[in-house]
């Protein structure tokens, strides 16, 4: 069976993170960052650990940590959770 052209996806490359906190958190771990996003993010949030294992732990709201991303070419693309929520970012390589 072929697929129809309408619905094939891009041929894009994308990069992906995942954000993990409460929405009421003061810290937020992220997930699938390159050595060049860890340094742009601690240097808007100082206050961070690598204790996270694959990631890093910043003493920053979820909201705060996500427009950082989204600054730095970082979307949305899916979110799942109740009282710990994961925010899935998505952004063209």
Do not use: C
């Not at 894009?12 to 997930?31: L, M, N, P, Q």
């Not at 100082?46 to 979307?75: C, F, T, W």
């Amino acid at each position: 069976m072929e697929i129809p052209a309408s619905l094939l996806m891009s041929s894009g490359t994308y990069a992906y993170v995942a954000v993990k906190a409460s929405i009421h958190a003061s810290d937020s771990a992220v997930f699938g960052l390159n050595d060049d996003e860890i340094k742009a993010l601690v240097k808007r949030f100082s206050d961070y650990r690598k204790e996270v294992i694959n990631g890093v732990l910043l003493k920053a709201s979820p909201i705060e940590v996500v427009n950082a991303l989204g600054q730095l070419g970082y979307r949305v693309v899916a979110t799942t959770g109740e009282a710990e929520v994961i925010w899935t970012m998505q952004r063209d390589v």
